[in-house]
């Protein structure tokens, strides 16, 4: 054997697991992405463009990853929007009438996480499949919160408040920072800790993890506990961002928070994703709408270009599933 054969052989392979290899599959996505819209319109590669493309994205981010710890147990939230909608109505109406935006945050906070724990609890121990309990949590919250506002909009808050969604820091939106932020909580928390490596475990097989010993109920109550959390996360955030509050904000942003997280690679049945590939379909969705916007098609098409992106992220999940 010669030299070069020798060296070959002895050369060291690198293994790199399936989950891996699909991330980066996203990651050269996104990459060709850019590329393809930055030949398509001079407006994309500008600071201010890709500045307000990972604002948008945080925004959905910041819905996404709570929703991602659900799909993992293989659950749906699908009230996560009209959770939005109530937790930044109670939390402009708070600030109003106290004036503190501390005490605002927290009730838009407070209220995600308690809507979260009756979803929880709906589907840990009443056993309502987390589709049923979560499309009828929706209309609940949509007919509390539009009897609560009345058709009326608040608006004006603090300019300090609204830092929160519209500001700035050495450049970067603070919604950017936010988003980094939760984005490696949200990796070490999944990856990291026996709890959220029981999350995998209960979306794998939950006979099996609730034979071995895990708290399969109360791990669920935690999941949903942090995705209305991470609603009401979002509500503060639009509500900064916006300045007003009315009955219907975050109601469009249920289909595209669903939607970033099956882009990332987490599939419906559960055991599958993460929150890191959860961050890359909320940006692959937002550099599609956001390239949609500067070519000028008509905003009609978004919602069934999200919809189509959808179909198409669950039918790879499903031929996935088929070849393994």
Not at 170 to 190: D, E, H, Q
Request: glycine share 12%.
């Amino acid at each position: 054997m010669s030299l070069a054969g020798d060296i070959s052989a002895g050369a060291p392979r690198i293994h790199l697991s399936k989950d891996v290899q699909q991330l980066l599959y996203r990651l050269l996505a996104a990459g060709l992405l850019c590329v393809a819209l930055s030949l398509a319109t001079e407006a994309f590669f500008t600071t201010n463009n890709i500045l307000n493309v990972l604002r948008q994205a945080s925004l959905l981010f910041f819905l996404a990853s709570g929703l991602t710890l659900v799909i993992l147990t293989g659950g749906l939230d699908l009230s996560v929007g009209a959770n939005i909608g109530l937790s930044a109505c109670l939390a402009a109406t708070v600030i109003k009438a106290t004036g503190s935006p501390v005490l605002g945050t927290l009730t838009g906070l407070a209220t995600g996480c308690a809507i979260g724990i009756c979803n929880g609890l709906m589907v840990a121990k009443l056993r309502i499949p987390s589709f049923i309990a979560t499309y009828g949590m929706l209309w609940v919250l949509h007919g509390i919160t539009y009897y609560y506002m009345g058709g009326e909009t608040i608006h004006g808050f603090p300019p300090g408040f609204r830092q929160i969604g519209s500001g700035y820091f050495l450049g970067i939106p603070i919604p950017v920072y936010l988003m980094i932020g939760f984005l490696i909580a949200g990796t070490v928390f999944a990856q990291r800790t026996v709890w959220g490596q029981q999350i995998y475990a209960i979306g794998a097989n939950p006979v099996a993890a609730r034979l071995t010993g895990i708290p399969v109920d109360r791990r669920l109550i935690l999941v949903y506990a942090f995705s209305g959390a991470m609603a009401g996360v979002a509500s503060i955030v639009f509500l900064a961002r916006l300045n007003s509050a009315e009955g219907d904000i975050g109601e469009a942003m249920t289909l595209p928070a669903i939607a970033a997280v099956l882009i990332g690679g987490a599939s419906l049945f559960g055991g599958v994703g993460s929150v890191f590939g959860t961050f890359v379909g909320a940006l692959i969705l937002t550099l599609v709408l956001n390239g949609m916007n500067l070519l000028a098609v008509n905003a009609s098409w978004q919602p069934l270009v999200t919809g189509v992106i959808v179909i198409f992220a669950v039918w790879l999940d499903m031929v996935g599933r088929r070849r393994s």
